[in-house]
């Protein structure tokens, strides 16, 4: 199977045109016509995720976070991002991304988190795209039954991969929660969404002090937050899956926790 084939199908799930205006999606490097027959997909294009393409003999590379966000005048093999590039050439390994286009597909990033923390209800977009109200940012539903707050933030982290940086709750423990609001990423720019979906909590990374403080004072939904790599991570076996029944390819999700965060200690009371 060509490159190019696997491409046409990936953009066919996320049209690269839903992508922020910002963002960098697409090809990254590789050759449309080289064949591929074993694709590794991760949250992020490391140096780690690279030795493990290698060892897996894959012949491209599907993340969710870009390579090259920014624009630069080198990819000389100085700096990480262009040893990175160097060795993928060299080894003949594609390497694609799709970012805020698989955020706002349908279903996306957010659906696959909704489904990994327990919500078994229908999702409808948090802050629906424009040009198309059936996707968008985030997602809203509905869990199987009330629970306690402290019960859904448990079983959120039994549903998302263990990191540093665990489950934070911002919140009563004992409130009743049933419908949830998630949204992978960072996503304190959806709080005012999630306060006027009805979400009894809110689920998301990247939550900061003041934002957060200021939210939960004024009476919003109790909020969770998570590692940024770990409610992005699910994803992967979503897509992963698409691409097996649309091509037939072999297709391995990696298991590499690449999350910034590394260490977690509690303080002295």
Known sequence: ???????????????????ESWDAVGLVCGDPDAEVGRVLLAVDPVAAVVDEALRRGADLI???????????????ATTFKGRIVHRLISSGVALYTAHTNADVADPGVSDA???????????????????????????????????????????????LPATAWGIRVAGDPDRPVRTV??????????????RRSGADVYLT?????????????AGGPALVDAAHWATEWPWLADARRRLADELGLDAHVSTLRTD????????EQ
């Open 62 to 76: 599907v993340t969710h976070h870009p390579l090259l966000l920014r624009p630069v005048n080198s990819v000389a």
């Open 113 to 159: 988190l909704a489904r990994a923390v327990g919500v078994t209800g229908p999702l409808r977009p948090l802050a629906p795209s424009p040009d198309d109200p059936a996707r968008g940012l985030g997602r809203v539903g509905e869990l199987p039954v009330t629970m306690p707050l402290r019960e859904f933030a448990a079983r959120a982290a039994a549903g």
């Open 181 to 194: 609001a998630v949204c992978g990423g960072s996503g304190d720019s959806l709080l005012d969404a999630a």
């Open 1 to 19: 199977m060509r490159l190019s084939q696997v491409i046409a199908v990936l953009e066919k799930l996320y049209p690269p045109q839903w992508a």
């Open 260 to 267: 910034a965060w590394t260490l977690h200690f509690e303080g």
């Open 205 to 217: 990374a990247d939550l900061r002090h003041h934002p957060a403080s200021e939210f939960s004072e």
